[in-house]
């Protein structure tokens, strides 16, 4: 991820709270767990509305998929576009978030540690309120970093980052993910979080100047 990309997701995140069109309760509760988003309710080859796009344009780089299920696709080809959308929550309430993502290809030489290669094939971001640089969490599949490895952004430091998956893992697979993020933040910041604000996606390749391709569906929230 670039710098000026850098620049347009500290934008992204301090006007967060006022573009999105989507309520801050969104999703139904079912016996604890809260939808955010499953793509279902859009039509296959459209860019998600509610979603909103920053660093370029996001329906071409993010489109809805089924097979049957529906899932979003994001294909970057040496581009860096960050979407994400307005999901306000108590994290103490619900602590957990779960998604299902599946990698096809990895950003070549992708190294989240370092500018000039700073490139995700996947990555789900955790938004928190703040002015000028607000907190994030960043869930990545990593084309290089070893699985459990938790570093900083080289571009924020209020950005801490999560390995999850890696090289290694099975690609063109769907893989379950279930994380505590109360737990993450106060072990990554060393304090107590504020309420979430959003819920971000991206596949970026701009530094390595290669190609990321991934798919993302059943994103929720849960207490337990």
């Known amino acids: 991820m670039g710098y000026h990309m850098h620049a347009k997701l500290l934008a992204f995140c301090f006007l967060v709270t ?4 989507v309520g801050a309760l969104a999703g139904d509760e079912t016996a604890g767990v809260r939808q955010v988003e499953d793509f279902s309710r859009f039509k296959a080859g459209t860019f998600p509305e509610g979603w909103k796009a920053r660093g370029g344009d996001g329906s071409k780089v993010y489109r809805v998929k089924a097979e ?13 576009v960050t979407i994400a959308k307005k999901f306000e929550y108590d994290l ?9 993502w599946r990698v096809l290809e990895l950003p070549r030489g992708g190294d ?18 703040g002015l000028f640089r607000p907190d994030n969490l960043k869930y990545v599949w990593s084309a ?11 571009y924020n430091s209020k950005t801490k980052i999560v390995v999850l998956r890696n090289q290694s893992s099975p690609l063109r697979t769907w893989v379950c993910e279930k994380v505590n993020v109360y737990e993450d933040y106060k072990r990554l910041f060393g304090r107590e979080p504020e309420h979430v604000k959003a819920i971000g996606l991206m596949s970026d390749s701009d530094n390595t100047e290669s190609e ?10 849960s207490k337990e």
């Open 18 to 21: 006022g573009i999105f069109v």
């Open 68 to 80: 049957p299920e529906s899932y979003l696709e994001a294909k970057a080809i040496n581009s860096a």
């Open 92 to 100: 103490k309430e619900y602590p957990f978030l779960s998604w299902q």
């Open 112 to 129: 989240e540690r370092y500018k000039k290669i700073g490139d995700s094939a996947a990555a789900i971001y955790v938004i928190f309120p």
């Open 144 to 154: 290089s970093l070893p699985i459990g490895t938790t570093t900083e952004s080289p």
């Open 212 to 221: 990321a391709k991934a798919h993302y569906k059943r994103i929720s929230i």
